[in-house]
Structure formats: C-alpha cells, structure tokens
C-alpha cells in the first residue's frame, strides 16, 4: 500500500480551510465553496508545478494520462483503467476512521472531493522506476528460462541445462551467465525499491526487515483489508515470538496489549496464524524483535 501520509506533507487540505476567519466570517451554507475555491488557490500559489481541479472543473474530461491526484483531504485516488472512475486509496490505519468510498467518475469525484492536484513528481517517476525494473526483471527471466528449456535449442544443436553430460566448462560458463544476468537484475530491482521513498510504507518495512533479522524466515507482514498491520506465522514462528513476548516486560517499557494488541487479534489455525496490530503495535513489536536479536 501506498503511505499516502507523505504524499500530502504540508499540502493544504479543506479541514484546515474551513477554520480560517476569511471562512468562518461567511453565511454557514457559504462556508464550504469558499473553503474549496481558498484550498485551490493555495495549492497552485505553493505548488504551481502540480496541476489542480476545482468542482467547476467537473464538466470538463480528465486529463490524458493522469493517474493519480489527491483531494481535498490529502488523499490518494487513482484511476480505474479502461474507465472513467477513480478509486479511493486508504491511507494506513484503522479503516473505522476512514470509511468506504466506491469508484467515482471523474466528474462526480470533483463534485465531492474537490479539489484535487497532482501527486509530487517524485511519486510518479518512482513508480515508474519500480514498474520498468520488474518488467526488465521479467523479461530477463523469460529469457533464461527458454534458453534452459528441455531439449537442443532449436536450430543450434546446442544441449540445455538439463543435460547431464554436458561438458564442465560450458556448464559452469551457463551459470557463471545466469548469476550475472540474474544478480544485475536483482540490483536494478533493489535500487529501484530504495530509490522509492515516497512508496515505502515505513511500518510495514522496517517490521518485516525486524523479522527477517530475527530470524522468523516464515512469517509474512502486510497491510491486512482495513488498514491494519497484519502478521502471517508458520507455526514454529508463532511459537518463536510468543515467547518473546513473553518476556515483553524486560524489553519494553509497555506490553503489546496496550497498543493494539487486542485478545481477538490472534487467529490460530492448521497451519498458520495471522495476527492484527495497529500502527503503534506494529512499531512496538519491531522494537521487540530487536531487542531480542541484540
């Protein structure tokens, strides 16, 4: 998921138009036009890069091309392909703050969410960055893979890798080709991945990276359906951390519980099982990790 939070830094928003005295001092079924029209002219005076929609907008088609814009409160819409909608990102949190939104058409998301600008560049060229990594990823792999198809490669006489006996040297300069192409691969995708900060999901990351270095290979941490950090354990995994946080309280100045950690936030099953933390649980529970790795 998008952290959506860093999107809209310092990007004026409707709730803080509202409160101005220029606005407040208006007939109150004034007040929130004149929020909108002031919250426009804000963004375009402080970003004048970054283009932006007003309601009167509405009747107008979309821009050509554009992908994704923030509205009135800050938050990230992205367009639906193929359609004329646009969908409603949720920022990282408990979804009972946020409510749902469905799809919108352009025309109707302007009417109700305007105004909306342009995410920074920086969003768009990371995520650009990222997408054309993994594509020159896939493809790099295609191609290894149809060279290492069972048989002579067609028209060459040449054996595969699945030839036994093929000669030593020319098998260890296949995989002495495969491990170059396969790493430069990699390092593209990893500095990529590095180079998108406005993409990273601080919470998600570095808990993932405390399980890594922890040691619990097989657990899996992502943003669950509402927003909330959610945490896949194998079975050994789940008993791995449990006993760390049996001994929380030598650690940690607080237990788990009282961020986030509720008592139906376990689900245990055959094989895994899945456990919800808030934002604040899920930093706790980093500081945990490395707590016991140090």
Not at 132 to 147: I, M, T, V
Request: no cysteine; hydrophobic share 35%.
């Amino acid at each position: 998921m998008l952290n959506t939070t860093r999107l809209s830094d310092g990007l004026p928003t409707l709730e803080e138009a509202a409160k101005y005295r220029v606005v407040l001092e208006l007939p109150p079924n004034q007040r929130d036009a004149a929020a909108r029209v002031l919250v426009a002219r804000q963004r375009r005076e402080q970003a004048p890069g970054r283009r932006t929609w007003e309601a009167k907008d509405a009747l107008l088609p979309p821009p050509d091309g554009l992908i994704a814009v923030l509205d009135s409160k800050g938050d990230l819409w992205r367009s639906v392909p193929g359609t004329d909608e646009w969908r409603h990102v949720p920022r990282p949190g408990p979804a009972s703050n946020q409510g749902t939104t469905g799809p919108l058409p352009w025309r109707e998301f302007l009417q109700t969410h305007a105004p909306a600008s342009e995410p920074p560049d920086e969003w768009a060229q990371q995520r650009t960055d990222v997408m054309d990594s993994l594509r020159a990823a896939r493809g790099e792999l295609n191609r290894l893979l149809a060279d290492a198809a069972d048989g002579p490669r067609a028209g060459t006489g040449a054996p595969s890798v699945a030839e036994t006996d093929e000669d030593d040297d020319d098998l260890l300069g296949r995989a002495k080709r495969w491990a170059a192409h396969l790493t430069g691969a990699a390092d593209r995708l990893h500095a990529a991945v590095n180079a998108a900060e406005l993409l990273h999901d601080e919470v998600i990351t570095e808990l993932a990276r405390a399980f890594s270095d922890a040691r619990l290979s097989e657990s899996r941490v992502t943003r669950g359906p509402n927003g909330e950090v959610s945490i896949r354990l194998s079975p050994s995994d789940a008993d791995l951390l449990a006993g760390m946080m049996a001994v929380s309280a030598t650690l940690l100045p607080m237990n788990l519980q009282h961020v986030g950690l509720k008592p139906h936030g376990w689900f245990s099953g055959p094989r895994s099982t899945t456990m919800h933390l808030s934002d604040d649980g899920g930093r706790l529970l980093t500081k945990l990790l490395r707590g016991h790795r140090s």
